[in-house]
T-cell receptor
Framework: DAGVIQSPRHEVTEMGQEVTLRCKPISGHNSLFWYRQTMMRGLELLIYFNNNVPIDDSGMPEDRFSAKMPNASFSTLKIQPSEPRDSAVYFC?????????????FGQGTRLTVV | GQQLNQSPQSMFIQEGEDVSMNCTSSSIFNTWLWYKQDPGEGPVLLIALYKAGELTSNGRLTAQFGITRKDSFLNISASIPSDVGIYFCAGIMTTDSWGKLQFGAGTQVVVTP
């Protein structure tokens, strides 16, 4: 299995532009998580899905952030409009879902820089 | 905010030494996971623990799920240069039904030859 695949690996954009981050979870995994990592705040959970349904989006910073999971093999995290404080590494992770065996596997991340 | 207290924040050790780090919480957890993150990469799962008191090894790594279910530790024996990185604990609380992971702040390990 190729693992969790994220794209792009790096994104540099100007303030005010729309940014879309993409994730392909591990095949067969039912849960998908979006995290943001910064030096100041560490790993923060933004939103997670189970069976393509958003379960908890309380970590989404504000309305400029939105996430979708149209099917079991694809999710997007969109920031519109982007701001310099959104600069961070964004990780997608997937797991088998609810139950005891809920190890999450991470993608390589997207490093976002908003100038 | 973070509900896991991970310590130490950083460690500078010599090659060959053992490393020990731990995570504590005021909440009870069903699952403890330990991850390692290399620069420019995503966290990679090292060890998963599912039962109170469980002791699990993966090569030179050993981790334990605390009896109280509120803590876990990770040991690395005979450290080598490639052990350098940031180690994170993560847990799933008993009150969570969806497998939501809480993360510690990480322990940065630096190994000198």
């Amino acid at each position: 299995d190729a693992g969790v695949i994220q794209s792009p690996r790096h994104e540099v954009t100007e303030m005010g532009q729309e940014v879309t981050l993409r994730c392909k979870p591990i095949s067969g995994h039912n849960s998908l998580f979006w995290y943001r990592q910064t030096m100041m705040r560490g790993l923060e959970l933004l939103i997670y899905f189970n069976n393509n349904v958003p379960i908890d989006d309380s970590g989404m910073p504000e309305d400029r952030f939105s996430a979708k999971m149209p099917n079991a093999s694809f999710s997007t995290l969109k920031i519109q409009p982007s701001e310099p404080r959104d600069s961070a590494v964004y990780f997608c992770a997937s797991s088998l879902g609810v139950g005891l065996q809920t190890e999450a596997f991470f993608g390589q991340g997207t490093r976002l820089t908003v100038v | 905010g973070q509900q896991l207290n991970q310590s130490p924040q950083s460690m500078f050790i010599q090659e060959g030494e053992d490393v020990s780090m731990n995570c504590t919480s005021s909440s009870i957890f069903n699952t403890w996971l330990w991850y390692k993150q290399d620069p420019g990469e995503g966290p990679v799962l090292l060890i998963a623990l599912y039962k109170a008191g469980e002791l699990t090894s993966n090569g030179r790594l050993t981790a334990q799920f605390g009896i109280t279910r509120k803590d876990s530790f990770l040991n690395i024996s005979a450290s080598i240069p490639s052990d350098v990185g940031i180690y994170f604990c993560a847990g799933i609380m008993t009150t969570d039904s969806w497998g939501k992971l809480q993360f510690g702040a990480g322990t940065q390990v630096v190994v000198t030859p």
